[in-house]
């Protein structure tokens, strides 16, 4: 069964001809590929933000008789549920997207790795193979073009939400505990079965499908410098219409806030639970790299809610979701949870306090990967905007 | 000649590996598919697939134990997964365990007498906008309400009841 | 050193755990690959890929570590030596970061400071146990960090009850859960160095712990004893089963007439237990210093190190005959030696199939308890029962050894008590000794008198030189010295994991009295090449069992020798914390001068091995006798766990 999915907005994707997209590409050196997507300043829906065509061009140069691309679709991140829908809705333009990689870096095999809590999909997603495997858009001579030859498969991630950080995705399809590597050396020199590999969020190669068939300045069209084009978020919480919306990168926390219908809201977290919590006095801020980045979860909190809480939530998360292996995480998130339990009962001295904020700024820069780094956030950003909220809590009030 | 449950086992791993290969990269594959089946991968399992693929029961048990979705303890034919994470947390999360809990008997984490059911908490199902969500298995609800509850459960029973008399029927 | 797993493509451990390759860029090949890095302002020129870590060495910046070890795969896990690297927005650790363009690297700025300080306590904060009890105490990296960043309080707590049973199960190894920092080395011994694959980390998370297979005790599953866990673990939560205070009281008990034997590599070691750097050997301080202590006598393994020799080169001998001449089919070779006793459980669990080319000769330990329990027993007119006998070994598998259940062929338990070098210096320290002060004495005959060829058991390929050193003069009828210079058959020492040595027998002596009732000549061994293998780990190891299925050049061995320790028994389980490459070598620096200075250096010519074939043994090695008391048995134990 496939959910149904509850939007309330169209989308760019409806509008876009994924055969288009590969003819487009077959028609083209893989350097002009790359070029196009370079162009297009196209950069990791993801989360991270990395500019894709940096990824593909190093994948491109790395050597390796094989090379592999990846589609993350282990979406994981709380508050999440655009990849679901593209998957859901437009599985041929990410299986575009992939391909047209494959066409620039030089790869024979793609892998979706789709998280288990999506195994609803899968069948879904076979049907959309299998139909383009007969159509030629996978398998050898992709469109009769000779010496193109790619396919795909779908490999299932057993719940683990690191898995969606990319080196502990690879571990996990290596057949290991989904732990992150040592980077350097990256994927796309020495990644899968340590080979060149790719990989890419599901909507980052959607998006790459429509760059490729509409072209860079079409994409570019939308968005700010640094972040161009449009981005999918997934909005939920106290809004009085939850789903999945598309606005252009650099739209300000308000506005997005209007079109939802969540324009009284207290706070808003931006980025899933390894995101920022940002208050209603920066709502005018803009959603993009270069000031409130995000995977495009926007999980919107109204006047009621009590921000430690959510805090608590996403700790909690933490805790049981990070791998384990690096101090600063497995130990950290779990001094930051209790230090949480202490202010939800009022124990917590504001020296504590202090200490544990240290603690998180220790975190974002000594643990081994983003998931570590980012388990600190929300409880920063809380700690920073919402003092009066979280201090001087009398017990009666947990 | 008797076959024991455990030759069953070895035998249905020896199958998947001659779908899935023996290197390593085939164990995430072959335990699901072992879970799947089994609903659980047992000390045997674990041992026989690590023969198969040349490495060590511990690493295999250490994967195992790593992911949420493998378990080498004994599961429920149904487990309910409710999702722990915020949104759904915001939309009611909280009456729609304790029902869960009050219908099935059990508490969070546990396994009914009846080997049916085991409730556990996931987090984020990708399905915050139309929480609270659980899983069944693989299939997913939305929007429940404690008043759904009962019904899902009563699914499951007469989906498992219908899975018992066709087994019945084959034989 | 090839005992480093530093092939990591041929290990089977997760590739997060393993050093990554760096792929150079195809230009830097061409001009030599030299990158230059500044470390705290000083600069240096390291070829493309070394590590940060590795090029703060080479200045003299001290960087400090905690999951680093230099036998093991890097794992980048435990953050202590984290660094500041110029244009990178998070501080990188140095372990695992490898130099690939020229870098600015600052060690010690306040936000690496503060992250040390921080990375401290959250390992503080669930590391439970005082240091004061505990038996790393003053040798344990976690409070040896603790100074050197200044900890004074407990800045994020400090857990006042353990979470986990400490698991005693075993003979040989004791784990306490509760003081793991989960830095992984002991998953990366066994799983990588070792390839046992006892240890792994299960479920994750703050749930995050090392388990055994289902997190079974110790003693049910696969662990062979080796040890090598417990040298690498930079705390207290793997240590040997003590047997001290076991010890302590048989000495005080004045009905027992307590003796202890010691082997080779503990007197190389054990001046590191008293702050000695390594490769002083204290092996006369040490004979003092345990006749104070109160033990009875105080006699050398080594003398049944000879008689090892002795057994095990007839049983060779003999395999060979009925190999050759009678043309028995049945007879399995190549023949493996039988002294290491992780070695021993390492084929019963991985390799039953092949325990027939197993030595039935017991190892020197078992040997000398037999021999003691029998012959010294009657020889001394004392009732064997009230005989406490107790070894002093460089070995956590000694203990387990000596209590298997087939170990009792005098009647009475072999061996008492296997004591590790630490256990002793612990021991020593506590009468008050300061060891290498103490005067120097000799061991206690008969069982005293012992070869160099005893001695050099300690290191790997020492078993096969000894072995040599008695077939070059029993079978050709020639003078070790007339081939290799002073007797050192130099060409099989060395630390390479895996290697073979040739000897061309072009031609035979007379058979020597002790064997003439075994074999009617050696013509049948002339222009023979006897070929010898030796492979300490066990991971190389089970190369050589996998090359010998295959049928590949080890197969054609007639004689290998085993060691489950990398570098051979120097490299024990139970020899002073820490160990590294350099440590080890020079160890066995130290225990080729002790052989040297040996009079009698082959064991034949051992005078106390003679008299004990001329006096008990009468029916010779490999009679009847010496069958029933240093030989022995094995059990097929195999790998899966019910």
């Known amino acids: ?398 | 000649m008797l076959v024991t449950e455990s030759d069953k086992i070895r035998e249905d791993i020896r199958k998947l590996t001659e779908t899935y290969g023996r290197d390593r990269s085939a164990l995430m594959p072959i335990l699901q598919e072992v879970q799947k089946k089994y609903c659980r991968i047992s000390d045997i399992a674990m041992q026989e697939i690590a023969d198969l693929l040349s490495i060590h029961p511990v690493e295999v048990y250490g994967v195992v134990s790593f992911y949420s979705f493998l378990d080498d303890k004994p599961k429920g034919r149904f487990i309910i997964r409710l999702c722990r994470t915020i949104s759904c947390t915001m939309q009611g999360k909280a009456r729609v365990a304790k029902q869960l809990e009050n219908d099935l008997g059990v508490l969070f984490g546990q396994t009914t007498a009846d080997g049916l059911f085991t409730l556990e908490w996931a987090n984020c199902l990708g399905m915050c906008d139309q929480g609270p969500a659980l899983l069944v298995n693989d299939q997913v609800f939305t929007q429940v309400t404690p008043d759904k509850v009962h019904d899902i459960i009563e699914g499951c029973r007469r989906s498992f009841a219908q899975h018992v008399s066709q087994k019945r029927e084959e034989h | ?642």
């Open chain 3, 1 to 642: 050193m090839a005992d480093k797993c530093a092939k990591c493509e041929e290990t089977r451990a997760p590739k997060s755990q393993r050093a990554h390759e760096i792929v150079a860029p195809a230009a830097a090949d061409a001009i030599g690959a030299q990158v230059s890095a500044t470390i705290d302002g000083k600069e240096i020129k390291v070829p493309i890929g070394t590590t940060i870590l590795k090029a703060a060495n080479e200045l003299g910046v001290h960087i400090p570590t905690l999951c680093y070890h230099a036998d093991l795969c890097i794992a980048g896990v435990c953050r202590v030596c984290v660094v500041e690297v110029e244009g990178q927005r998070t501080l990188q650790a140095a372990c695992a970061y490898p130099i690939t363009q020229p870098i600015k690297v600052h060690t010690h700025t306040a936000k690496v400071r503060r992250a040390r300080r921080h990375i401290l306590d959250l390992l503080l904060s669930e590391h439970y146990g005082e240091c004061y009890a505990c038996g790393r105490n003053n040798n344990c990296e976690l409070q040896a960090l603790a100074k050197e960043y200044g900890v004074d309080y407990f800045r994020f707590g400090h857990p006042d009850k353990p979470r986990f049973e400490t698991d005693t199960s075993s003979y040989s190894v004791r784990r306490d859960m509760n003081k793991c920092v989960l830095c992984r080395r002991c998953v990366r011994t066994c799983i990588d160095l070792q390839e046992v694959g006892v240890l792994e980390v299960a479920r994750r998370g703050a749930e995050s712990k090392v388990v055994t297979f289902e997190d079974k005790p110790l003693a049910d599953v696969v662990c062979i004893n080796c040890g090598q866990c417990i040298n690498r673990c930079p705390t207290g939560a793997l240590t040997e089963k003590d047997f001290t205070d076991e010890v302590w009281a048989a000495i005080d008990d004045p009905t027992k007439h307590v003796v202890i034997q010691t082997a080779p590599s503990p007197r190389a070691g054990i001046g590191e237990c008293f702050g000695l750097e390594p490769g002083h050997a204290l092996t006369f301080e040490m004979n003092t210093a345990m006749r104070r202590m109160g033990f009875d006598k105080v006699f050398d393994t080594n003398f049944t190190a000879d008689l090892t020799i002795i057994e095990e080169g007839t049983e060779l001998l003999l395999r060979l005959y009925k190999a050759l001449v009678e043309k028995d089919k049945s007879v399995a070779l190549p023949q493996f030696t039988s002294c290491s006793p992780g070695w021993v459980k390492f084929i019963e669990h991985f390799y039953p199939e092949m325990l027939p080319n197993m030595s039935s000769a017991k190892s020197p330990q078992q040997m000398f308890g037999a021999v003691i329990k029998t012959y010294y027993a009657k020889k001394n007119n004392i009732d064997p029962k009230d005989i406490v006998c107790v070894s002093l070994m460089p070995c956590a598998a000694k203990k387990f050894e000596c209590n298997r259940p087939e170990m009792c062929d005098s009647g009475f338990k072999d061996i008492d008590y296997g004591l590790t070098t630490r256990e002793l210096g612990k021991m020593i320290a506590e009468t008050g000794i300061y060891l290498p002060d103490m005067p120097k004495s000799d061991f206690d005959d008969p069982f005293g008198t012992a070869t160099g060829s005893g001695v050099i058991f300690g290191a790997t390929g020492g078993v096969m030189e000894a072995a040599l050193r008695s077939v070059i003069e029993l079978v050709m009828g020639i003078k070790v010295e007339d081939l290799f210079d002073h007797a050192d058959i130099t060409p099989i020492r060395g630390f390479e994991g895996m290697r073979i040595a040739e000897l061309k027998i072009d031609k035979v002596g007379p058979v020597p009295d002790i064997l003439k009732h075994l074999v009617p000549n050696w013509d049948w061994l002339k222009g023979a090449t006897l070929k010898a293998g030796v492979a300490h780990g066990t991971a190389n190891a089970k190369r050589v069992l996998d090359d010998i299925k295959a049928g590949g050049k080890f197969s054609e061995c007639h004689f290998i020798e085993f060691m489950a320790c990398p570098g051979g028994c120097l490299g024990g389980g139970g020899q002073p914390i820490p160990t590294s490459p350099e440590i080890r070598a020079k160890r066995a620096q130290a225990i080729y001068n002790e052989d040297a200075a040996y009079e009698v250096r082959k064991s034949h010519e051992n005078p106390a091995v003679i008299e004990l074939y001329e006096k008990f043994l009468t029916d010779g090695p490999c009679g009847h006798l010496s069958h029933k008391l240093l030989h022995t048995h094995y059990t097929p134990r195999g790998k899966f766990i019910g």
């Open chain 1, 1 to 398: 069964m496939i959910s149904s999915v509850d939007k309330t907005c169209p989308l760019t994707f409806a509008s876009v001809d994924p055969d288009a997209a590969l003819k487009a590409v077959v028609g083209k050196k893989r350097s002009e590929v790359l070029a196009e997507v370079a162009a297009s300043g196209l950069k990791g829906r993801g989360g991270a933000g990395f500019p894709t065509s940096v990824k593909w061009n190093l994948a491109a140069a790395a050597r390796g008789q094989e090379k592999f691309v990846i589609c993350n679709a282990d979406e994981g991140e709380p508050g999440t549920f655009k990849d679901r829908v593209i998957l859901s809705d437009y599985a041929d333009l990410v299986c575009a997207g992939m391909t047209a990689a494959a066409y620039a870096i030089g790869a024979t095999r793609g892998i979706i790795y789709l998280r288990g809590e999506y195994t609803y999909l899968r069948p879904h997603l076979e049907d959309v193979l299998a139909r383009r495997r007969g159509r030629s858009l996978l398998g050898p001579k992709i469109l009769g073009k000779d010496g193109f030859d790619f396919d795909i498969e779908i490999r299932m991630g057993a719940g683990a939400y690191v898995c969606g950080e990319e080196t502990a995705l690879i571990e996990s399809l290596e057949g290991n505990r989904g732990e992150p590597r040592n980077r350097p050396p990256f994927p796309v020199d020495t990644g899968f079965m340590s080979r060149p590999t790719a990989v890419n969020n599901v909507e980052t190669l959607a998006w790459a499908a429509c760059i490729l068939a509409n072209g860079a300045e079409w994409f570019k069209k939308h968005g700010t410098e640094k972040s161009t084009g449009l981005k999918l978020f997934s909005v939920s919480g106290d809004v009085e219409r939850p789903g999945v919306y598309e606005f252009p990168l650099g739209i300000t926390i308000a506005e997005l806030l209007r079109h939802v219908g969540g324009e009284n809201a207290k706070a808003a977290q931006i980025g899933g639970a390894s995101g920022h919590c940002v208050p209603a006095s920066q709502f005018e801020r803009t959603i993009a790299f270069e000031d409130v980045p995000t995977g495009g979860s926007v999980i919107v909190f109204g006047p009621d809610r009590d921000m430690l809480e959510v805090a608590e939530n996403f700790l909690e998360f933490f805790v049981e979701e990070s791998c384990g292996q690096c101090t600063p995480c497995r130990e950290g998130s779990r001094k930051l949870l209790e230090g949480v339990k202490m202010l939800r009962k009022g124990t917590c001295s504001m020296k504590y306090l202090r200490e544990l904020c240290g603690l998180g700024q220790t975190m974002q820069l000594a643990s081994k990967c983003g998931l570590g780094q980012s388990a600190p956030n929300a409880l920063l950003s809380i700690v920073e905007h919402f003092k009066d909220d979280i201090l001087g809590r009398t017990p009666q009030a947990v």
